[in-house]
């Protein structure tokens, strides 16, 4: 299980960025995908998460209507689509799969789950002026 990270940069509050999370070695049909970040300081936690059939998401709060997950099975590849970002955006983002568990609680447990998740590299993302 291989994830690959990218599309992190610096953008001026307000901006728009779309990360990408490329699988290989496992059919992302399969597992849990989630976009987690992490700031300096703080610990990493789950930003928005889907199934493994698309069906079911979850978002943390901060990010409910500017951010947005999405999957093409056809390039068994993971989408984040962030908009109206933020300063407190700001962060290494990571993503992560998983065949124990659903959106929700990938997302809401982070540091339950870390040790069944499949982790890729982050990508940095800074919102600022």
């Known amino acids: 299980v291989q994830l690959q990270a990218s599309g992190g940069g610096l953008v001026q509050p307000g901006g728009s960025l779309r990360l990408s999370c490329a699988a290989s070695?496992?059919?992302?049909?399969?597992?849990?995908i989630g976009w987690f970040r992490q700031a300096p300081g703080k610990e990493r936690e789950g930003v928005s998460c889907?199934?493994?059939?698309?069906?079911?998401?979850h978002n943390a709060d901060s990010v409910k209507g500017r951010f947005t997950i999405s999957r093409d099975n056809a390039k068994n590849t993971v989408y984040l689509q962030m908009n109206s970002l933020k300063p407190e955006d700001t962060g290494v983002y990571y993503c992560g799969a998983a065949t124990q568990y659903g959106p929700r609680r990938l997302c809401l447990d982070v540091r339950g789950a870390a040790p069944a998740v499949s982790w890729g590299q982050g990508t940095q993302v800074t919102v600022s002026s």
């Open positions: 889907i199934s493994g059939s698309g069906n079911s998401l």
């Open positions: 070695g496992f059919n992302v049909n399969d597992y849990a």
